[in-house]
């Protein structure tokens, strides 16, 4: 990934090239790729804004990738960023979902 080798080189991404590699990722879209970008980025301090978290969330939801956006929003949480309630609740809600049986049958 560019962030990993940028860093290996010696060099400090900055959070537009951080935005720049997310977007890209999202257009793809690659949720695997989502959580590793996101703690790349957060470990070199910087934070986006809610609404593109939020969009990503959002996304893997919709992509079938519950597991991918538990762990984005674990991550959230882990590095102090407030993940609003909304989308608690559909990700909540989401899981809730994969529980149940598909066919009602327990």
Known sequence: MFLSQVIELG???????CAMILRAAVRAPMPSAFLKILQTTHSLGYVFGSPLYDEIIILCLDLGELDAAIAIVADLETSGIKVPDETLDRVISARQ??????????
């Open 11 to 17: 060099g400090t991404p900055t959070i537009g090239d």
């Open 97 to 106: 979902g994969s529980d149940t049986p598909a066919n009602g049958s327990q």
